[in-house]
């Protein structure tokens, strides 16, 4: 396994609860990370602590709903406090409802503030605190779906498209501060997110058959992109939105 270097730094990933949040806090963990883990499950939160606790790292727990402005300023002061800094952040919580009408007023602004304001929310509190540290990195998920399109989910899609834009703009605003801005775009990732979808043979048999690589990606495979991008083997790497998708998005 990959040490990607990260003793002594203080890493916080949102949406840690379960699936790429939880297998990033234990990567960024085994690379020597102190990790903040944060999500509206307090139940998958303690879950993920007890993960990166029992391969010896080091993590706490605190509650957020990343909706919440004043929740996401008391999360960053929580990490601050915790463990005295913050030098990289993966902002991961989100949701996909699929099926739902997404042009329905309330379904788009849920959508909108958790997918898109929330990350927003996020990369204004970490920033400011990378700032007074003389840099870091921030990892933003977006989605296959930030980069091409798709008929059925229209806020989704808008929301995605809008958090790799947040990348590359965070990106230039703070490009000689230290801090690096970049995103991750996953295809279909088997999670509990998505576990209730692909519970259909059928349906998983359709999402394999369109990877080129025939299969689905593992949260674990995301997660290493994401703490790569957090490392100093991508000190120049910065407004990047990487895709870890199998080749769907390669035709």
């Known amino acids: 396994m990959i040490n990607y270097g990260l003793d002594g730094k203080v890493a916080l990933v949102t949406g840690a609860a379960g699936g790429i949040g939880r297998a990033a806090a234990l990567v960024f963990a085994r690379s020597g990370a102190s990790v903040m883990v944060s999500d509206v499950d307090e139940a998958g939160g303690a879950e993920t602590v007890a993960a990166v606790e029992g391969q010896g790292g080091k993590a706490a727990f605190v509650r957020c709903n990343v909706a919440d402005a004043a929740e996401v300023k008391a999360m960053v002061a929580a990490t601050v406090d915790r463990f005295g800094g913050l030098d990289c952040a993966f902002n991961n919580a989100g949701i996909n409802r699929i099926g739902d009408d997404e042009y329905d007023d309330a379904i788009w602004e849920r959508n909108i503030g958790i997918n898109l ?135």
């Open 117 to 251: 304001s929330g990350v927003m929310r996020c990369m204004r509190e970490e920033a400011e605190v990378m700032l007074s540290r003389g840099g870091g990195a921030i990892v933003n998920t977006a989605s296959i779906n930030g980069i091409v399109g798709n008929p059925s989910q229209p806020a989704y899609v808008a929301a995605k498209h809008g958090v790799v834009g947040l990348a590359r703009h965070g990106a230039l605003r703070w490009a000689k501060t230290g801090i690096r801005v970049n995103a991750v775009c996953p295809g279909v990732i088997e999670t509990g997110m998505t576990m209730p979808l692909l519970a259909n043979p059928e349906i998983k048999a359709l999402v394999e058959g369109m990877t080129p690589m025939g299969r689905m990606g593992s949260a674990k495979e995301v997660a290493e992109a994401v703490v790569w991008l957090c490392s100093s083997a991508a000190s120049f790497v910065t407004g990047h939105a990487m895709i870890v998708d199998g080749g769907n998005t390669a035709f």
